[in-house]
Nanobody, 119 residues
């Protein structure tokens, strides 16, 4: 099983980034996918979730209206479009796959990608 995030980097406030999480080794379409982030000295927090079919999405209040989660089940990839970035968005961003049919099922994490918002 592999989840590989990419697309992070340094961006100025107000800028945009698009994160990708390419997966392999599990049945992607059977998994809800989420993005989390962890800033230095803070706990990891849930940013956005998309259901396995893409029919439902949910966002943390802090990113609503600025971030958009999407997925391409043909490419086994989940995305996070981040617009109007703020310094408070600086964190390591992780993707996570959660088995859709059971909360007790397997879940998988990527290794993370750094996003830094600074002028």
């Amino acid at each position: 099983v592999q989840l590989v995030e990419s697309g992070g980097g340094l961006v100025q406030p107000g800028g945009s980034l698009r994160l990708s999480c390419a997966t392999s080794g599990f049945t992607f379409s059977s998994y809800h996918m989420s993005w989390y982030r962890q800033a230095p000295g803070k706990e990891r927090e849930l940013v956005a979730t998309i259901t396995n079919t893409g029919g439902y999405r949910n966002y943390a209040d802090s990113v609503k209206g600025r971030f958009t989660i999407s997925r391409d089940n043909a490419k086994n990839t989940v995305y996070l479009q981040m617009n109007s970035l703020k310094p408070d968005d600086t964190a390591v961003y992780y993707c996570r796959g959660i088995f859709a049919s059971s909360a007790l099922g397997p879940n998988y994490w990527g290794q993370g990608t750094q996003v830094t918002v600074s002028s």
